[in-house]
C-alpha cells in the first residue's frame, strides 16, 4: 500500500470550497486504485488565520509542512482583512521558495464543451514548464537619482544549474507525452542571457534524442498560442516569459476556474505544492458556484508527480466527460453546483472501477 501525506491548506474564499471537493475525488480515486491511500491533514493557515494570531502561518509551519508528500493548496487572499502583499507573501510565495519549488508546470488543454475564446481552438494540449527561481524576477539592481536624471536597472541572472534543471525537467515531462520540446527564446533581441538560454537547451536536448524540439522567440510563440495553439507539447520557458504564456495558456483554456498549476520541487529536499491558478474569489464565496475543476486538474497533477499517471489521466478523462455533458458551473456558462459537479464527477469514476 502506498500511503501519500499530503497537508492541505485550502487557505481563504472559494479555496475552502473547492478544496474539500477535490479531496473527496482524491479519496475516490484512492478506493479505485487499491493500492494507494491518502493521509490528510489540515492546516488553517489563511487570512482569518493572519487576524487571529498576527501571521499566515505558525512559527513551526514550515517545520510541519516539511514532513508532508506533497501540499494541496486552495487560494489565498482577503483584501478585506489583509493587504494582498502580506498575505501572498506570508504563505505562498514563502513556500514556492523556502521549499526551494523552482519548476512551475501549467497545463493548457482544451476541455470538450468548454467555449475556448479561439475560434478554431483545434484540440490544443500544451504543458508550460517554467524555470521559477530566477531569470528576470531576481532582486539584483538598483535605482539612483529622481526626476529626469533618474535610473533603475534589473538584472537578470540566468545560472546554468536552473536553466538546465527547468529544462530537463520539461524533456522528461515531453518523453511521457508527444515527446516535443519548444524553447521560447528571445536570443536575436536579448543578447547575453537568451543565446545562453539557446545553448544550454541544445546541450540538454542531446540527452534526449527521441525528443524533437524547436525554439521560437517569445513574441512570435505567443502569437502561435493564439493563431495554432496545437502545434505544441511542451514549452519551456524562463520565469517572465513562461509567467506571461502560462496565463495566455489559461486565457484560451475558456475559464480560470478549470486551469490548474504545480510548484515542483526537484532535488526531494522539500514537497511539491499543487494549487489551482484561480485565487480566492471573493465574489462568489459562499454561492456554492465555484468551479471545482481546477483544484480536480491540480489533485491529477499531483497524482501524476507521485508516479500515478495512469489513475491521473483516468481522473483528467472523466474531468473532460463531465465537462463534454456539460455538467458544469455558471462560469462556464452552466447551471450546476459546485457540489453537483464533484459528486458526478466521483460517480463517473466510480463507474470506472
Ligand atoms: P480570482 O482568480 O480570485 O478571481 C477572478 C475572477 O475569476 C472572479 O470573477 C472569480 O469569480 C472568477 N473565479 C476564480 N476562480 C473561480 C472558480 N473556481 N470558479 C468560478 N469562478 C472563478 O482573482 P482576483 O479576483 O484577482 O483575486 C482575488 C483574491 O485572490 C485576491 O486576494 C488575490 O490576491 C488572490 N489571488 C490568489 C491567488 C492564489 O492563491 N494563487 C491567485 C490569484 C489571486
Ligand atoms: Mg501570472
Not at 508532508?68 to 487560494?75: K, P, Q, T
Not at 537578470?156 to 520540446?181: C, G, I
Request: aromatic content about 8%.
Amino acid at each position: 500500500m502506498k500511503k501519500l501525506k499530503i497537508a492541505s491548506i485550502p487557505g481563504d474564499g472559494v479555496g475552502k470550497e473547492v478544496v474539500p471537493a477535490a479531496i473527496d475525488v482524491l479519496h475516490t480515486v484512492a478506493d479505485m486504485h487499491g493500492g494507494l491511500k491518502f493521509d490528510f491533514e489540515e492546516f488553517p493557515y489563511s487570512c482569518e488565520y493572519y487576524l487571529e494570531h498576527g501571521e499566515m502561518m505558525s512559527e513551526d509551519g514550515m517545520q510541519r509542512l516539511s514532513d508532508f508528500d506533497s501540499i494541496f493548496l486552495g487560494a489565498v487572499g482577503n483584501e478585506n482583512l489583509v493587504p494582498d502583499h502580506i498575505s501572498l507573501w506570508g504563505l505562498l510565495i514563502k513556500i514556492r521558495r523556502e521549499f526551494e519549488q523552482t519548476i512551475n508546470v501549467r497545463p493548457a488543454k482544451q476541455l470538450p464543451g468548454i467555449q475556448s475564446p479561439l475560434v478554431n481552438p483545434n484540440d490544443f494540449d500544451i504543458m508550460v514548464v517554467r524555470e521559477n527561481s530566477e531569470g528576470e524576477y531576481s532582486s539584483v539592481g538598483g535605482r539612483i537619482y529622481r526626476g529626469e536624471d533618474e535610473i533603475a536597472i534589473q538584472n537578470n541572472v540566468f545560472s546554468r544549474k536552473a536553466t538546465e534543471r527547468a529544462m530537463r525537467f520539461a524533456f522528461d515531462l515531453a518523453s511521457k507525452r508527444r515527446k516535443h520540446v519548444t524553447s521560447a527564446t528571445k536570443s536575436n533581441g536579448i543578447v547575453f542571457s537568451m543565446p545562453f538560454w539557446d545553448e544550454v537547451f541544445k546541450d540538454v536536448s542531446k540527452d534526449y534524442s527521441d525528443v524533437k524540439t524547436d525554439k521560437q522567440h517569445i513574441d512570435a510563440l505567443s502569437a502561435f498560442f493564439v493563431t495554432n495553439p496545437s502545434r505544441f507539447d511542451v514549452v519551456v520557458a524562463s520565469n517572465l516569459f513562461g509567467d506571461i504564456l502560462s496565463d495566455v495558456g489559461a486565457g484560451i483554456m475558456g475559464s480560470i476556474g478549470v486551469a490548474p498549476a504545480g510548484n515542483i520541487n526537484v532535488n526531494g529536499k522539500y514537497p511539491s505544492m499543487f494549487e489551482p491558478v484561480h485565487g480566492s474569489a471573493p465574489d462568489i464565496i459562499g454561492k456554492g458556484v465555484a468551479n471545482p475543476i481546477g483544484q480536480i486538474w491540480t489533485a491529477k497533477m499531483l497524482l501524476d508527480h507521485h508516479g500515478e499517471e495512469e489513475i491521473g489521466q483516468v481522473l483528467l478523462d472523466v474531468i473532460e466527460e463531465t465537462t463534454n455533458d456539460r455538467i458544469v458551473t455558471p462560469d462556464l456558462g452552466g447551471q450546476h453546483s459546485t457540489t453537483d459537479v464533484t459528486q458526478e464527477i466521483i460517480k463517473r469514476l466510480r463507474a470506472k472501477a
